[in-house]
């Protein structure tokens, strides 16, 4: 399509994270043009790692969770609308409520949603949550505040773990179900799962591994329970959906970008690739749904949906778009954290691929460790349980992709090198 031409008018599709901290970079990067910010929310930008904790507890209300801002009044706010269709021809955005929107460059900031119950007449039931928006955590929150005799949860990644260790702050029952054979096997493989859930079990937490729900049950429009492939019947009286997330890409269909449910493809600078695979000059995308070549892991294509990376290619897209002077390509370390009861767990790297995990200090027994992993005798991750001190050491490691298994990692306790065959996660 050619060099875009000096901007009058960017666009930011998404008022979530990345949406802000990419306007912000557009403006601290001297772009001074008409700047505006599109929102299928009717909230400006808050923070969602709160909602499946400090807010399900009650430690902070939902409202109380919205992120502070460096932009002044000189930006147009425009929420509570979706955007339909991107004509990238006449360079127009078609919104929900009829109107449109012109635009000389666009930042791509659309997230992700949380993935629905199968069943649309069973997820509309009373008590039946996801936890994505403001509205689910303050929904979840009162009626874990009317003392359920049994929650249960769907899907044991990390928001399942974090929700299932609130329900046992609260001293709530709780049972965690998923056909995986351990929490969190799909991200840190089955090894380091079976550790951390143990932790969990061993805080009263109801495992239920290597089992599928089939339906949830219900009565007066009230979930009253979910009914296993297996024909057993679980009772519960508030059920959570934590099944993952869809990326919201929906409305770039039709507009000749290369863009799926898996995410909008990108070049290693960030501008988006149309379905030619061209980077498009005037458009690039941030966050959970920009899916892009990562320079440590072989310029293999990957879509984060971390805290830090949004807030770091946020950054890197916004400035971009003003047209300031940037890297040749983004290549930010994935970083992640969970707050799961009491227990603090934080990532480096990409566990995706593994073919080894190495525990090279602490214990798992004592519920503090340091986990490595290795892909074809190279560092590729590392994850700390209550050990995030460590981290940084072994975040270098896996920066430099150095040899696999670390030397000289292990102080305390022999190293341990694991072989690692879990169908989907090797």
Request: net charge neutral.
């Amino acid at each position: 399509m050619g060099a875009a031409p000096t901007p009058e008018r960017i666009v930011v599709v998404g008022a979530g994270l990345a949406g802000l901290r990419g306007a912000e970079a557009i403006r601290a990067a001297g772009f001074r043009g008409a700047l505006t910010i599109v929102g299928a929310e009717p909230h400006r930008p808050y923070d969602r790692p709160p909602l499946s904790k400090h807010v399900l507890t009650g430690q902070i209300p939902a409202e109380a969770s919205q992120l502070p801002s460096r932009l002044g009044r000189d930006v147009t706010w425009r929420l509570g609308v979706d955007v339909r269709r991107l004509d990238r021809e006449g360079r127009q955005l078609h919104l929900s409520d009829g109107g449109s929107l012109p635009y000389d460059r666009l930042l791509i900031a659309t997230g992700t949603r949380a993935r629905p119950w199968i069943h649309a007449d069973e997820a509309a039931l009373r008590n039946v949550f996801t936890i994505r928006t403001r509205e689910d955590a303050a929904g979840l929150r009162a009626a874990l505040v009317a003392k359920p005799k049994r929650v249960l949860v769907i899907g044991a990644g990390f928001i399942g773990c974090e929700v299932a260790a609130v329900c046992r702050e609260l001293d709530l029952p709780v049972s965690l179900i998923d056909p995986s054979p351990s929490p969190l096997a799909r991200v840190l493989g089955h090894t380091v799962g079976a550790y951390i859930g143990e932790i969990h079990r061993g805080r009263g937490v109801a495992m239920r591994f290597g089992s599928e729900v089939a339906h949830l049950e219900g009565a007066n429009d009230r979930v009253t329970g979910a009914r296993l492939k297996d024909g057993e019947v679980l009772e519960a009286e508030v059920v959570v959906i934590a099944l993952g997330a869809v990326r919201n890409t929906e409305w770039l269909d039709g507009s000749g970008l290369s863009a799926d449910g898996g995410g909008v493809d990108c070049d290693a600078r960030g501008f988006v690739l149309d379905e030619g695979l061209r980077p498009d000059p005037s458009i690039a995308a941030a966050g959970d749904v920009a899916r892009f070549p990562h320079p440590l892991y072989g310029g293999r294509r990957v879509a984060l949906e971390h805290w830090g990376h949004a807030v770091a290619q946020a950054d890197h897209a916004g400035r971009l778009l003003a047209g300031a002077d940037t890297p040749a390509a983004y290549a930010a370390l994935p970083n992640f954290w969970s707050v799961q009861g009491d227990m603090v767990v934080k990532s480096v790297g990409l566990t995706d691929g593994a073919d080894a995990v190495a525990i090279v200090q602490g214990d798992p027994a004592q519920r503090r460790f340091i986990a490595v992993y290795g892909r074809a005798g190279r560092c590729v991750a590392a994850l700390a349980v209550d050990s995030a001190r460590w981290l940084p050491a072994y975040a270098e490691s896996v920066a430099s992709a150095a040899p696999f298994p670390p030397a000289g990692a292990a102080t305390d306790r022999p190293l341990r090198e694991i072989e690692i065959r879990e169908p989907g996660f090797a």
